[in-house]
């Protein structure tokens, strides 16, 4: 059984409840869980996550001064925070909040105010960089790095622009920094590590299962109520994905496809798997 809880060890291992601990997965009793209930008794970095039919888990943050609020996706499979530009050219920008720099005291344009493009499975992305003022789950981080857009379109081959479905703003992305272009810069998690804004250097998030219930997301702890298990099992993460983790085995109608490498994403909602995998399960399930 995948976990409801997942907590991420900035500095290198991931945290999943209700995992098999096997190889080199290291497993802790109940002692852990109370340590870090304890921890969590004076934590006031939690914030709710609306749970958009099971699919999407979205995040209010807050950018500039005074604060315009977006809502964005929580994405521990991506690297960048990014939301509508007032000067967005799409007719979905059109209908969703924008930013606007103009109204904003704790801007700042780059001089080389950097472009670029982010690609997704599911659409593309065209940003602008400023530095801003960003505060979520009672973090504040400084000259953070923001993208707006300026073009939010369909993936490269398809004719559909899913942004015109997204029940949320943009993404706030969790991974650490990847490349922008030919720049790279800190992410909103490398930034809060580099400001030392955490007592601890942990973040959890909590997806839950009701429509009806919030999930959430907590900077610097975990929140022990929504621990089902007795143990904490530390998964190590490793390879060019930081929360890439290694899984022993995975089954298919009683059908064992051995070793694989996986990613931790809270922004996807399917499991992807490779096209030699792929074909080999094909008549094993239902594919329409």
């Known amino acids: 059984m995948l976990a409801r809880t997942l907590a991420f060890v900035l500095g290198g291992q991931a945290m999943q409840m209700k995992l098999a601990s096997r190889g080199d997965v290291h497993t802790h009793p109940r002692r852990i869980v109370e340590s870090l209930q304890r921890f969590s008794a004076s934590n006031n970095n939690a914030q709710e996550l609306q749970n958009m039919d099971m699919e999407q888990y979205v995040v209010d943050v ?3 001064s005074p604060p315009q609020t977006f809502s964005v996706l929580v994405d521990t499979g991506s690297a960048h925070l990014w939301v509508p530009g007032s000067q967005c050219v799409s007719e979905v920008c059109q209908r969703r909040k924008t930013y606007n720099a ?20 599911s659409g593309t992305v065209e940003l602008r960089l400023v ?60 930034s809060i590590l580099l400001q030392g804004s955490l007592k601890r250097n942990i973040f959890s998030i909590y997806l839950s299962q ?22 904490v ?9 930081m929360w890439q983790i290694r899984v022993d085995d995975f089954r298919i109608a009683n059908r064992s496809f051995g070793f694989a490498q996986a990613v931790a994403d809270t922004g996807s909602t399917t499991i992807s798997v490779s096209s030699r995998i792929y074909q080999e399960a094909k008549p094993m399930i239902s594919v329409r």
């Not at 109204?103 to 499975?121: F, K, N």
């Not at 993936?155 to 490349?179: C, Q, R, S, T, Y």
């Not at 099992?233 to 994905?241: A, C, I, K, L, Q």
């Open 62 to 64: 807050r950018i500039g």
């Open 102 to 121: 103009a109204a904003s005291e704790t801007v700042r344009i780059p001089e080389d105010q950097r472009t670029g493009h982010l690609e997704y499975g």
């Open 233 to 241: 099992v530390w998964v190590p993460s490793y390879g060019h994905r």
């Open 131 to 190: 530095l801003e003022e960003v505060s979520l789950a009672g973090v504040t981080i400084h000259d953070q790095h923001v993208g707006t857009s300026v073009f939010e379109g369909p993936a490269p081959g398809d004719d559909e622009n899913v942004f015109e479905h997204m029940p949320f703003d943009g993404i706030l992305g969790l991974d650490f920094a990847k490349f922008f272009g030919q720049s790279r810069f800190p992410s909103p998690l490398e």
């Open 210 to 231: 009701d429509m009806r219930v919030p999930g959430s997301l907590v900077f610097g702890s975990v929140e022990p109520q929504y621990m089902e298990d007795e143990e």
